[in-house]
Nanobody, 115 residues
Framework: QVQLVESGGGLVQAGGSLRLSCTAS????????MGWYRQAPGKQRELVAT???????NYADSVKGRFAISRDNAKNTVYLQMNSLKPEDTAVYYC?????????WGQGTQVTVSS
């Protein structure tokens, strides 16, 4: 069983920045993937950014050049630095882990970008 605790969401004006954090219970080296998804009202949950291996990342086209995913293995934590935020980035952001064929999700953190 994996527990994921997210923090860092909030309200920000367009063009601003936020950093999300996701801390996992236990060593994150175990996981097949670890990253972030988001879900806006009335839309499907979508990939934002994720580690698909220890060093290889994958980003949604809509956030490339603006968002950066990073990790601190000693703290079992993955971060999402979000810059140049746009109103269309408004969503609930979820931390996600895939481990041994099982998906684990955090509780979600709200990010709201005002125009």
């Amino acid at each position: 069983q994996v527990q994921l605790v997210e923090s860092g969401g909030g309200l920000v004006q367009a063009g601003g920045s936020l950093r999300l954090s996701c801390t996992a219970s236990g060593n994150i080296f175990r996981f097949n993937t670890m990253g972030w998804y988001r879900q806006a009202p009335g839309k499907q949950r979508e990939l934002v950014a994720t580690f698909i291996s220890r060093f290889i990342t994958n980003y949604a086209d809509s956030v490339k050049g603006r968002f950066a995913i990073s990790r601190d293995n000693a703290k079992n934590t993955v971060y999402l630095q979000m810059n140049s935020l746009k109103p269309e980035d408004t969503a609930v952001y979820y931390c996600h882990v895939l481990w041994d064929g099982v998906d684990y999700w955090g509780q979600g953190t709200q990010v709201t970008v005002s125009s």
